[in-house]
Nanobody, 121 residues
Framework: VQLQASGGGLVQAGGSLRLSCEAS????????MGWFRQSPGKEREFVAV????????SYADSVKGRFTISRDNTKATVYLQMNSLKPEDTALYYC???????????????WGQGTLVTVSS
């Protein structure tokens, strides 16, 4: 599986961005999909995960109520809608696949290249 993330950019605090992550291969619908982020000097942290069917989601407390993860299995794409962005959301955002519905990045096997989100104050 190859993942291609896009949609990052520079936005002012309070603004919105939608990230996309398109997967190659025919097995996309069998994977749970997660979004993670990493800021300079910090460890990679969990943001959100969506089940393979799209029916179940889970979010980090820091983004709950502001971010929404979704997927379109017909397009082999997972999305992260980010609203009410804050400067502390600035990071490189990664999508990844996992066979389990978990938050631990060590259990994810395929990763995208990352897309940079910068939120100015």
């Amino acid at each position: 599986v190859q993942l291609q993330a896009s949609g990052g950019g520079l936005v002012q605090a309070g603004g919105s961005l939608r990230l996309s992550c398109e997967a190659s291969g025919r097995t996309f619908g069998s994977y749970h999909m997660g979004w993670f982020r990493q800021s300079p000097g910090k460890e990679r942290e969990f943001v959100a995960v969506i089940s393979s069917s799209g029916r179940t989601t889970s979010y980090a407390d820091s983004v709950k109520g502001r971010f929404t993860i979704s997927r379109d299995n017909t397009k082999a794409t997972v999305y992260l809608q980010m609203n009410s962005l804050k400067p502390e959301d600035t990071a490189l955002y990664y999508c990844a696949t996992c066979s389990s519905f978990v938050r631990d990045p060590r259990l994810y096997n395929y990763w995208g290249q990352g897309t940079l989100v910068t939120v100015s104050s």
